[in-house]
C-alpha cells in the first residue's frame, strides 16, 4: 500500500499544509498584511504543492522524485520567508515546512 | 486554528481520501478490473472531495456546510458501491467512507 | 463529449478562476492590501472552487447540481466583495464572477 | 498579466486536461477496459497535473519550471500510452499530450 510505505512523509506533508493555511488566514488578519503579503503567497503555492503530493503519494503516483524535489523547493523558500516573522503562525510554519523538506529530500534521492 | 477545531473530520477526510485512492489504484489491477469501473470512477471522485474539503477546513472556508453536504453524498455514493465488492481494499475503503460520511454529516446541522 | 455539453459553463469557470488568481496576486501587491484581505481570501476560495468544478465536469462527474450550487454562493460572494475595491483586477473579477455565477445557476435548475 | 503572458501554454494544458479527463472517462466504459488500465491511470495523473499548472500560473507562481518540467514528463507518458490504443478518445488525447508538452518545454528553457 502506497500510503503505508510513504506514511511519514504523507504526515509531514498534511502537517505542512495544515500550518502553511493556518498562517495564510493568520496572516491576512494581522495589523501589518502589507508586510506580510510574500508570506501569504509562499503560504498558499507550499499548501497547494504539499496537498497536491500528499494525494499523489496515495495513488502510487510515477511522479514522486519530481513532485517532491519541487515540494522541497517550495517548503524551504516558505519556511525561509516564515522565519523572518514573529508571528507565531509564522515560527510553526517555519518549522514545518523545514521538516517537511526534509522528509521530502528522502523521496529524491 | 481551524485545524483543532476540525481535528476529527480531518482525520476521517485523510483516512477516506486514503483509502479511495488505495482502492482506486488496486481495483486498476484487478483481474475483473470491468466489473470495478463504477468502483474506480467514484473512488477517485471521492478522494477528490474528500481532499478539497480537507484543505478548505484548514484553511477556514466560509463553505463549510456546502461542502460537507457534497462530501456526505459522495462518500455515501462511494461507500455503497464499495461494499458490494469483495476485495479487502474495497471493503476498507466502504468502511472508511460511511465513518468519513458520519463526521462531515455533523458539519452540516 | 462531457466537455462539449459543458462548454459554455466550462469557459465561464476557467475565465472566472484567471480573474480571481490575478485579483488575488494584484491585491497582494497594493499599497491598501490590509483593506483587501477579504479580497484576497475570497479570490482564492472562489478560484479553486471554480477549478475544481472545471475539472470535474471534464469527467462527468455524478455530483453537478451539488459542486454548480456550492459554485454559485462562492462566486456571489467573491463578485460581491470585488465590486467594492476601485482597481481595475478587482472590478474585472466582479463580472467574471457574476457571469460564472449565472453560467453555474443554469446546471442547478 | 500572468494569465496573458502564458496564453498559449494555459490554453494547451486546459485542452490536455480535457482530452485527459475524457478518455479516462471513456476508457472505464471501453469492452476492454482491462488492458486500458495503465492508460486510465495516465490520464487522471496527466489531467490533475496539468489543472495544477494551469491554476499555478494564472497566479504567477515561482514555481513554473519545475512544474513545466514535470508536466513535460506526465504528458509525454500519457501521450505514449494512448498513441497505443486505436479508441477514438485514445488518439485524440495522445495528440493533446505531446501538443502540450511541447507547449510545456518552452516554459523549461
Known sequence: MS????????EALHECMEACNHCYTSCLQEENVKEMAECI?????CADICAF??????RDTP???ELAQLCVKACR??????????HDHCQK???ACQ????ECEKLVL
Open 63 to 65: 511522479y514522486v522524485k
Open 93 to 95: 510554519c517555519a518549522e
Open 77 to 86: 523558500d516558505c519556511g525561509d520567508e516564515c522565519a523572518k516573522h514573529n
Open 99 to 102: 521538516r517537511c523538506a526534509d
Open 3 to 10: 500510503h503505508e510505505k510513504y506514511s511519514s512523509v504523507i
Open 41 to 45: 503567497r509562499l503560504d498558499r503555492e
Open 53 to 58: 503530493l500528499e494525494q499523489s503519494l496515495t
